[in-house]
């Protein structure tokens, strides 16, 4: 009688597993997902089916989820542990898959029934670094550098300066950044200000941001040379390899350290807004859209456009375009 009952009176649920509940229920609840909320879902289920021998749901408890957690910190990936945050981040992912399975009652009204309820194990400590910035100098001594980059074949300096400019200025995750078509660039918005304008990959959030006088600029120097309907063609995802050894010989001839990462620039351009215009960097990077909001661009509001205005840049930045 309690396994009828905790399998919802179906005994065919009793070998469930974790990817047939993500498949046949949890897909369903979800609105409008993004590519990236797909793909961490269908990651975290191929770690469970790869570090647990038994994936029924059934078998769902603390101690089998603690187990995973502890697989996961004790897995090398490329000869390097997970960190904390990694871990903790891919536990909190697979909790509405856990949720889903725990019995109805007025604080999950979507629970199926399929294993008792327990209680999580505690996320991992993770350490309170403070993250790394890119200083005025080092972004002048990339922005140097480009001149001696063979790539990109066409324009390779005014190529890597114009991404510069832009995740510096406008903020945007890097391969939203190097995803971008002319078709994003509207350059007669807000009385010829310019603007970009994207669906986030990983949020799925629309997003507008108003472009500063110096990334207009670049990207008016940009299109002079373009001719894809890409900002910059070969940079995106599916050449990553390639474009990641090039940055770290960008890196090398800039005489920055090969750690640094190019997703730095968008911590860059957050802190330097956040410390002259508090709440602007949020805007900017799309963290303050709520999920109504979401759905729609949001108009900026005139501290925003003070603050794109107002924000300094690098003296090789003006000096470029």
């Not at 603690?66 to 536990?91: D, M, W």
């Not at 697979?94 to 979507?110: E, F, Q, T, V, Y």
């Not at 945007?172 to 971008?180: A, I, K, V, Y």
């Not at 995106?236 to 090039?246: E, G, I, V």
Request: proline residues 6%.
């Amino acid at each position: 009688m309690i396994a009828l009952k905790l399998y919802n009176g179906d005994p065919d649920n009793a070998d469930l597993t974790l990817r047939d509940l993500y498949e046949t229920h949890l897909l369903e609840e979800l609105d409008s997902p993004s590519v990236g909320t797909l793909s961490e879902y269908q990651t975290v289920i191929n770690d469970w089916e790869r570090l647990m021998q038994n994936s029924a749901v059934r078998h769902l408890s603390r101690k089998t989820v603690k187990n995973f957690q502890r697989h996961l910190a004790n897995e090398l990936i490329r000869g390097n542990p997970r960190s904390p945050a990694t871990i903790n981040k891919k536990l909190r992912t697979l909790g509405p898959l856990i949720r889903l399975a725990w019995p109805k009652d007025s604080h999950n009204p979507g629970g199926l029934g399929l294993c008792e309820y327990f209680k999580l194990p505690k996320p991992l400590t993770e350490e309170n670094k403070v993250p790394f910035v890119y200083s005025g100098k080092q972004m002048n001594a990339l922005y140097k550098a480009a001149a001696e980059m063979d790539w990109p074949r066409r324009f390779p300096a005014t190529t890597w300066r114009t991404i510069f400019v832009m995740h510096y200025t406008c903020g945007p995750r890097t391969f939203d950044l190097l995803s971008l078509k002319w078709s994003n660039v509207d350059f007669e918005y807000g009385r010829g200000r310019g603007a970009i304008s994207f669906i986030a990959a990983k949020t799925g959030k629309r997003q507008r941001i108003p472009l500063k006088n110096v990334a207009r600029r670049h990207l008016l120097k940009l299109r002079e040379h373009s001719r894809t309907d890409y900002l910059f063609p070969g940079f995106q995802k599916s050449n990553h390899r390639h474009l990641y050894a090039n940055w770290k010989k960008l890196l090398t001839l800039a005489g920055l350290p090969t750690t640094c990462h190019l997703e730095d620039f968008r911590k860059t351009c957050n802190t330097a807004y956040e410390e002259r215009f508090p709440g602007v960097g949020e805007w900017i990077l799309g963290h303050s859209l709520s999920r109504v909001n979401a759905k729609n661009y949001v108009n900026p509001t005139r501290m925003v456009l003070r603050a794109i205005r107002k924000l300094p840049v690098p003296t090789e930045f003006k000096q470029g375009a």
